[in-house]
């Protein structure tokens, strides 16, 4: 896949921070100035290094496409609530706003559904006014949707006739493939469109990105769940507590949530196959931790297991942004658990959590709120030079422009042979696999 950004025709505006901030030319970020994606050498040889394999680096740029006093902005936010929604959109207003004089924003509303004129959702004017507080509440005061692309025509025909310049995207990957498909159709058109994306998945899922914004709040905040599991599960003999935390096909917040809180003994996700029954099965591990100890906590995402249970393949379920409805893993795990001690006779107390939508609508915590702040600033960099179809996101701790066609390419998983997860598994002290051979 290539790494290189797109870049409407054009630049020639001199950017009004040369004149707001007296900067020179070390504050501002060349386009031929980038970083590597792999920085890793094989057998410390040089000569393997992938250097075409390399990020533009985001920040502002000293030349312009758009003249930021005739611009007109436009913002969205699209899928589930994500803890610093808000706080994003303020950033891409007060950016806009203050430091590039750009007084005409719109907020477009109940994601890519508020593009469709049939819907009936009127855009609203964003200024800082408006913004001022957002950032201490969860969820976004745009709304959201899941869908909503059905007729791309529509969408776009509704960025034509607002004359909109450049349409900031909040999303994850079902709202950045939307965007993706924007930029193609508006420049097919000649459209003088740029559309920039801003990570937003709580799973930490977006391929060639280090982490989206929200990731470090749901983690953290899972680990007040764990927290009140493990309480519960030392409060009663051989009691058990189990927690299921968001993760569709990645499992980072449970491994996350577990290095942090390091009273999680068994972490089930779905890059990590296991097995229920037999003699190296969980609920038989599960037994012996009970007759040790006394008690045990279980840490599972709502994408493992899935394998375990029964499936009508003629009635899979897809939600509107095109994700396959899991099964409930928590729910089968809780009964699956209580039968077969109930069958052995041993006495058991199990409490279930479930805290997916206390995360969801969380506002984010202090270190996300930084990193919420500093994507939209570059979010706002990257639109005013006229880069398109890319997402701003963060690589070795540098803020980076990545293809949104790349972003999409493969979803970012746990790798079962990294460094990562081994010390996952060295802080449960479960098994490496638990899989009947």
């Not at 905040?221 to 927690?243: C, D, F, P, R, T």
């Not at 009964?335 to 939508?357: G, M, N, Q, V």
């Not at 179809?389 to 390419?409: F, K, M, R």
């Not at 979803?411 to 899989?435: C, H, L, Y």
């Amino acid at each position: 896949m290539s790494f290189v950004i797109k870049n409407l025709e054009g630049k020639n505006i001199r950017s009004p921070l040369l004149d707001k901030f007296h900067l020179n030319d070390m504050n501002f970020v060349r386009d031929d100035k980038r970083m590597i994606y792999n920085v890793m050498l094989d057998n410390g040889d040089p000569d393997n290094a992938h250097l075409d394999e390399t990020f533009e680096l985001a920040g502002p740029r000293e030349s312009l496409h758009f003249d930021p006093a005739k611009v007109r902005s436009a913002v969205v936010t699209c899928g589930g609530l994500c803890p610093g929604l808000n706080s994003v959109i303020r950033s891409i207003v007060m950016e806009s706003w203050y430091r590039y004089n750009s007084r005409d924003i719109l907020g477009i509303r109940y994601g890519y559904n508020g593009l469709n004129p049939a819907k009936g959702y009127d855009p609203i004017e964003l200024n800082p006014t408006v913004v001022q507080t957002i950032h201490m509440d969860g969820g976004t005061i745009l709304g959201s949707s899941r869908g909503g692309t059905d007729n791309m025509d529509i969408l776009v025909d509704t960025l034509e006739r607002l004359k909109i310049n450049i349409l900031y995207t909040i999303g994850g990957d079902g709202t950045l493939r939307g965007a993706h498909r924007i930029a193609e159709m508006a420049a097919q058109r000649g459209m003088d469109l740029a559309v920039v994306g801003v990570p937003k998945t709580i799973d930490n899922d977006i391929s060639h990105i280090q982490r989206s914004f929200g990731f470090e709040t749901a983690f953290s905040i899972a680990v007040e769940s764990i927290s009140s599991a493990h309480v519960e599960a030392k409060g009663a003999y051989n009691g058990i507590g189990l927690v299921k935390l968001m993760g569709r096909d990645s499992g980072f917040i449970a491994a996350n949530a577990t290095l942090a809180m390091n009273d999680v003994n068994y972490v089930l996700v779905p890059e990590v196959p296991f097995e229920l029954d037999g003699g190296n099965g969980l609920l038989t591990h599960l037994e012996k931790r009970l007759m040790e100890r006394q008690h045990a906590v279980i840490c599972v995402a709502e994408g493992a297991g899935q394998g375990l249970m029964e499936h009508d393949a003629s009635a899979i379920e897809k939600d509107a942004s095109g994700n396959v409805k899991h099964k409930d893993i928590g729910v089968f795990l809780k009964e699956k658990i209580e039968k077969y001690f109930r069958d052995k006779k041993i006495e058991i107390t199990l409490k279930y959590i479930d805290p997916s939508y206390i995360i969801r609508s969380a506002p984010p915590v202090p270190n996300d709120s930084i990193y919420c702040a500093q994507l939209g600033q570059y979010a706002v960099h990257a639109g005013m030079a006229g880069k398109t179809d890319l997402v701003i996101g963060q690589w070795n701790n540098n803020y980076t422009h990545v293809p949104i066609e790349l972003a999409i390419s493969k979803r970012r998983k746990i790798n079962p042979n990294s460094r990562f997860w081994f010390s996952v598994i060295d802080a449960t002290g479960q098994p490496e696999r638990m899989i009947n051979d």
